[in-house]
Nanobody
Framework: QVQLVESGGGLVQAGGSLRLSCAAS????????MNWFRQAPGKEREFVAR????????EYSDSVKGRFTISKDIARNTVYLQMNSLKPEDTAMYYC?????????WGQGIQVTVTS
């Protein structure tokens, strides 16, 4: 069982920045691919960014590419999502996800609200 705890969300004006953190704990949690998803009210959960276990490979959705950066502190077993140039359409509940083979774990989610 991998436990994920998100932090860093909040309210920000358009054009501003926030950094989300996801602290992972549990057996072999450092070997998981780590992902950020988000879900806006009335919409389906969507993929935002991914980083592999070693922190070398990263992927982003088209909607955040160039504005968001995912990174990993291996020593702290924590994944970060630096969000710059935020837009009102980035408003959503953001979820951290750990995934490897058939294993899939989710954090409780954290709210990000961007005002215009």
């Amino acid at each position: 069982q991998v436990q994920l705890v998100e932090s860093g969300g909040g309210l920000v004006q358009a054009g501003g920045s926030l950094r989300l953190s996801c602290a992972a704990s549990g057996p072999a949690s450092s070997g998981y691919h780590m992902n950020w998803f988000r879900q806006a009210p009335g919409k389906e959960r969507e993929f935002v960014a991914r980083i592999n276990g070693s922190g070398v490979r990263k992927e982003y959705s088209d909607s955040v590419k160039g504005r968001f950066t995912i990174s990993k502190d291996i020593a702290r077993n924590t994944v970060y999502l630096q969000m710059n140039s935020l837009k009102p359409e980035d408003t959503a509940m953001y979820y951290c996800n750990a995934n490897r083979a058939a294993y899939n774990f989710w954090g409780q989610g954290i709210q990000v609200t961007v005002t215009s």
